[in-house]
């Protein structure tokens, strides 16, 4: 396991300029090596498995970032937008992300037979603040109060994970439709009175 003692500057240096090297490898070719993902970040092989003990390992790393700073990004967008339209954002950003993630094909799929349980949590992060957008759309009553980040989630998922041409701008024509509906009759639900103040957290 990983040492949770903090690294030397240069040790940090050296993660995180791998963990670039490794996205931005990924995204171009799926069949990267270790070495060549050293080579790019100016590393040493050696220095690579000192930081990650396999591949997967690494691929493993790279996803986790991504979904953290996507997932970041709910309280930026909270805080410069309307809740509505820090949802509508948000919508839009992960369909940027299922982009991203088909970019890194072959490398992700080298982790799905391992026991590493990088997509679940990937899952319940993106969930939770997919949560955190629906509520404080439903306390400004623009939002309705019946669906939480995990429906949401799904309903994304099916047109996120096709392999057809064409599949970014369905997912994009999607995801518009969906925060229509987000918002249809949310005036309506406030004056019935139905469901609680804030959505049913994601489980």
Known sequence: MPSSRPLRADARRNR??????AREAFLAADAVHVEEIARLAGVS????YRHFDTREALVAEV???EVAELCATADRLLAHHAPDEALRAFLLLLVEHAAVGR????????IMATDSPV????REKMGLALDELLSAGVAAGLIRRDVNGRVVLRALGGICGMRAKGWKEDAVRIATILYDGL????AAHDRS???TSSVEPTR
């Open 119 to 122: 997509f679940d949590d990937a």
């Open 183 to 186: 918002r249809h009759e949310a």
């Open 16 to 21: 995180d300029a791998l963990l670039a090297a």
């Open 63 to 65: 996803y986790r970032q």
């Open 103 to 110: 970019g890194m094909g072959e490398a992700l799929d080298s």
């Open 193 to 195: 009175g139905s469901g």
């Open 45 to 48: 092989v050696g220095t690579l």
